[in-house]
């Protein structure tokens, strides 16, 4: 190497992301081997409030559901939210809840951890091709931002088709600021956040780098006006923290 030429960094993979989450490849993937298992306290320790959010989504369910119906979580993961509302509701029998994702090492694990809850059931499926049965609540949490734009509009249209008059899709994201100096102190507060939680300055780059042209955040602005184009008129911001958004829409 010629003097003063820099030192190009190489990746070796596999590459970690978490203590027991690596990847194989630059690219990050949902049906990595393995990580149904870790899942749930990766994201835990990934998105700020995760924990607090989920509490908040579990005690608005109340407002949507108790009339009954079927409730759908869109790109459940490992089922952990749906899970929390049916075992709240196992009592309220006129209620079912569905869990619904394309990786079937996500299902697998779901089912296997809630075999006690007749009223829960989770489908292995791509959820734009389900055909949504009519309900009063929807959750899609944190799912939308590795779609496409065009299939974000096209899941959303079908959810408010498929909503009764009065019912809500809750959707958590993470989101862009409008305004670069705070995206930027944004960002550097949640690396020091995800070091707060544990992961190391090489798990952070690695899972960014990971991340790039698969998580596409958008700000709330572009994200409302999504929600219009699909129908959603009465959109509320329920919670921030950093990059993190959940919103209400309801019908
Ligand atoms: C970030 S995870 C969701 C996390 C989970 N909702 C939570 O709150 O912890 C995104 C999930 O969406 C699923 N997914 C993405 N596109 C999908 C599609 N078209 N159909 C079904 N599942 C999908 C992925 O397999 C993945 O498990």
Request: aromatic share 10%; hydrophobic share 35%.
């Amino acid at each position: 190497m010629k003097k003063n030429e820099p030192k190009r960094s190489r990746e070796i993979f596999p590459i970690s992301v978490d203590r027991n989450i690596q990847l194989d490849s630059p690219v990050w993937s949902f049906s990595l081997e393995g990580l149904a298992t870790e899942f749930d306290d990766h994201i835990k320790r990934s998105i700020p409030a995760y924990k607090e959010t989920q509490d908040l989504i579990v005690d608005l369910s109340d407002y949507y559901t108790r009339q009954g119906g079927i409730i759908f979580d869109l790109g459940c993961s490992t089922g952990e939210l749906i899970k929390r509302l049916a075992e709240k509701n196992r009592h309220n029998n006129k209620n079912f809840w569905m869990g619904l994702d394309k990786e079937e090492g996500m299902i697998l694990h779901s089912k296997n951890h809630t075999r006690d809850l007749p009223n829960l059931e989770f489908i292995h499926c791509d959820f734009l091709e389900y055909s949504l049965q009519k309900t009063p609540f929807v959750l899609i949490c944190y799912t939308l931002q590795f779609m496409t734009l065009a299939s974000r509009l096209v899941l959303l249209k079908k959810v408010f088709a498929a909503l009764e008059e009065g019912g809500a899709c809750v959707i958590s994201e993470k989101v862009l600021e409008e305004n670069s100096s705070t995206q930027n102190m944004f960002s550097s507060l949640y690396h020091q956040y995800k070091s707060r939680m544990r992961f190391n300055s090489s798990e952070i780059l690695a899972k960014a780098s990971s991340l790039t042209g698969i998580l596409t955040p958008l700000t709330r602005q572009h994200n409302f006006k999504l929600f219009e184009n699909a129908g959603f008129e009465k959109v509320t911001l329920l919670a921030k923290n950093l990059h993190f958004e959940t919103y209400l829409l309801e019908k």
